[in-house]
């Protein structure tokens, strides 16, 4: 019988796409609308505190011009 503790870590959930490129205007990224304090911070995070975060994401979408997203849809 195991009598050791579980230690597996599950996975932090992100909106991270790889499309790490900073909109100057808004200061958020463009693949995944988190300002860059957030992006360095996430794994800090409470998981409520990144649920938080991850339900803005729609909305700032809209902080950034829709010319600039073409290029990465």
Not at 5 to 28: N, R
Request: net charge neutral; charged share 25%.
């Amino acid at each position: 019988m195991n009598t050791q503790p579980d230690h597996t870590a599950q996975p932090i959930k992100t909106p991270c796409i790889k499309v790490c490129v900073v909109d100057g205007e808004s200061g958020l990224c463009m693949g995944c609308y988190r300002r860059l304090s957030e992006v360095a911070q996430w794994a800090r995070f409470t998981d409520a505190e990144r649920e938080t975060i991850l339900a803005e994401l729609t909305d700032r979408r809209a902080l950034i011009r829709p010319e600039k997203l073409a290029m990465f849809s």
